[in-house]
């Protein structure tokens, strides 16, 4: 290609690219400088590790972390599972299909803190619920269910808000299986199991790996759920970056949000390649 | 030993009737071809053999087992598909090796099988390829390869040769019917090619519109066809609507048709007095004796010479291997009694 098309492609690139890495550039170098103490919005700015090795001694920190990554892994497998099977479902239109499909999807327009907060009515102490379960004599007194301290709520509203969008990626993935490819599969001896784990996974994969990461990278930075429905005892990174920022502490708050984007990138390129690696030892 | 046993299947796509009360009986290692032209059902038949279609009506029995119900991947069949249907994530050999492993055949076994295979369907160079690597022909073998490392009691075909070149067609063609024999494999094969199926079956299955019209040998399906339909479309034939005139010798029955009389051999005397004459253009004998008719067309073709021949406003197609008959020319035609074929009426 000679330098004039170049130009050219670049010229066309600037306005959407050159914005986007603009934009990034500038949040993770402030975030990063922040963290080695420059930019302090109080006292003083200036090279210093201090914030890295007190946040890393901090017990408060490494427990924030290992929830966030609980938490994120966990939402993206529970919606990639519960996914497939949906999809599969959808996969030929029936009568109605399109109706199921559609009700699927509403949680994508609903947003996560109206969601959270409708949850927590329904299972909260005097909740419909505990309601039911009482009037239907499964115990004599209502149970408590919000705040969990495993963290189950958040991670039935994660799932409940990002399995549609699983099913969105995957639907389109499995329709472009052909019912042949399936029918040859099944003639060959491979029953239902077989026909998912040997066929429909390793031809989805693509659909599979995007979804797990855009879901993961999501969750593993989830505040809202977090703050309303989530453990008490317990806080995600980005509540523990608010908390940080809340004192005024922009430094240690820069820590914690630096180790969030690594945690995410890395994270979600093991759960890429692991997802890969499982599908290949499968096949032989 | 009947390998196969159908009985009165019929299958219906809404209200349409894709195969109407077929009966079929295959012998334990037959070789059976389903012939007939495209739409009239035979891929329909062959899905409701494996299992990936259910029957309306009708019952399906494989070695002695009422399997009508039974899940394709129960049933001990496998199929060729006409789409190939390879796996494209696969290569050659995962691809030949998928069916091997479900049937949790051990690895020395499974080697052995595949490279069998991969050796008579010549397919060794290309068994590190993945499907959308290869040509057409090259997917249609790996497809056949699958079906073939099976070694099921009953394989079934779907015009696993359409294709193929010429050459590579008769080669592969021998190799089914080895593998076939070697593994004692009980076959139903579905092809439109009519050569395809005369050279390779023990029996044929005519096919017309989701009916049977004629089960038999390939020789008497080309010396005795039964239905105009059959006569056809196996092979070239002149049909003539004729009239019975009556038994003129004990065997030798007098018919009219538009072209002229022709005494006709037969054991079985017709049924009715409207019936179809039939004959092959090879059987017509060029001479001094018989109907005379004028030479429309002429087409040499080698080893014998294509001839359309017009008789009172009639034409036919007469072969003859020595004749110097020219375009315009006028002859004698003649048909030896024995050669000539009553048909039955049909709508
Ligand atoms: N799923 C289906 N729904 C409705 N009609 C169908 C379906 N499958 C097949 N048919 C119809 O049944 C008839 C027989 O189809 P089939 O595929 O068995 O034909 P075929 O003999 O294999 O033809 P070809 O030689 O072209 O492969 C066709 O008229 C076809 O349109
Ligand atoms: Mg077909």
Redesign the interface.
């Known amino acids: 290609m000679s330098a004039r098309k170049w130009l050219l492609i670049a010229a066309l690139l600037t306005p959407g690219l050159g914005l986007i890495l603009v934009l990034i550039g500038t949040v993770v170098y402030i975030a990063v400088a922040q963290s080695f103490g420059f930019y302090t919005i109080t006292g003083e700015s200036g090279f210093t590790t201090q914030f890295w090795s007190d946040m890393i001694g901090r017990k408060l920190f490494s427990r924030s972390i290992n929830y966030s990554i609980y938490v994120g892994v966990l939402s993206a497998i529970f919606s990639v599972a519960l996914a497939y099977p949906l999809a599969l479902w959808l996969r030929k239109p029936f009568a109605g299909s399109m109706a199921i499909g559609a009700v699927l999807k509403a949680p994508l327009l609903i947003p996560g803190l109206v969601a959270a907060f409708l949850f927590i009515n329904i299972i909260s102490y005097n909740g419909i619920v505990n309601q039911l379960i009482q009037w239907l004599g499964f115990s004599d007194a209502p149970i408590r269910m919000q705040n969990d301290s495993n963290a189950i709520g958040v991670l039935i509203l994660q799932t409940w808000k990002n399995l549609p969008f699983a099913l969105l990626l995957l639907t389109g993935a499995v329709r472009g299986i ?1 019912d ?2 399936l ?9 239902t199991w ?1 026909r998912f784990s ?2 429909i996974a ?2 989805t994969v693509s659909g599979m790996q995007a979804s797990l990461v855009i879901i993961f990278i999501g969750a593993v930075s989830d505040f809202s759920f977090q703050v309303i429905a989530g453990p008490t005892n317990l806080q995600s990174m980005s509540q523990l970056m608010v908390t940080f920022k809340d004192r005024g502490d922009w430094n240690s708050a820069a820590v914690v949000g630096v180790s969030l984007m690594m945690i995410a990138l890395i994270g979600s390129a093991l759960m890429a390649i692991g997802a890969r690696l499982m599908l290949r030892r499968r ?2 | 030993m009947v390998a196969i046993r159908i009985d009165e299947l019929t299958k219906q796509f809404e209200a349409f009737t894709a195969l109407a009360k077929l009966s079929l009986e295959v012998e334990q290692e037959e070789f059976v071809t389903l012939l007939g032209p495209s739409g009239c059902g035979k891929t329909t038949l062959l899905k409701l053999i494996s299992g990936f279609l259910d029957p309306t009506e009708g019952t399906i029995h494989i070695n002695g087992k009422d399997v009508t119900r039974t899940p394709p991947e129960a049933r001990d069949t496998a199929l060729c598909f006409q789409s190939y249907a390879l796996f494209p994530h696969l290569t050659v050999r995962e691809n030949l090796e998928f069916g091997p492993r479900q049937k949790r055949i051990s690895a020395h076994d499974r080697k052995a099988r595949v490279d069998d295979v991969a050796e008579k369907l010549s397919l060794h160079a290309q068994m590190d390829k993945l499907p959308n690597q290869l040509s057409g022909g090259q997917q249609q073998r790996v497809s056949l390869g699958r079906a073939l490392v099976m070694r099921p009691s009953v394989i079934l075909f779907d015009e696993p040769l359409s294709n193929l070149d010429a050459k590579l067609r008769d080669q592969v063609r021998i190799e089914i019917r080895r593998i076939q024999k070697e593994y004692g494999l009980t076959a139903i094969y579905v092809t439109h090619d009519q050569n395809e199926a005369l050279a390779m079956s023990d029996r044929v299955v005519v096919l017309n519109g989701g009916r049977v019209e004629q089960i038999d040998t390939p020789e008497a399906l080309y010396h005795a066809p039964k239905t105009r339909f059959v006569a056809d479309f196996i092979g070239d034939a002149n049909v003539f609507s004729g009239t019975v005139q009556g038994e003129v010798q004990p065997g030798l029955w007098r018919v009219e048709t538009a072209m002229g009389t022709y005494d006709v051999a037969t054991s079985t005397p017709p049924k009715e007095k409207d019936v179809d004459l039939c004959w092959r253009p090879e059987s017509a004998v060029l001479g001094d004796a018989g109907h005379t008719g004028k030479v429309i067309n002429r087409a040499f073709q080698g080893h014998f010479t294509d001839l359309m021949i017009e008789t009172k406003g009639v034409s036919y197609r007469v072969q003859s291997r020595a004749t110097s008959a020219q375009e315009g020319d006028t002859v004698n035609i003649s048909i030896p009694p024995e050669q000539l074929i009553l048909l039955e009426r049909t709508a």
């Open positions: 052909s042949e490819v029918d040859a599969a099944r003639d060959l001896g491979a029953g077989a040997k066929v390793p031809l096949l032989t």
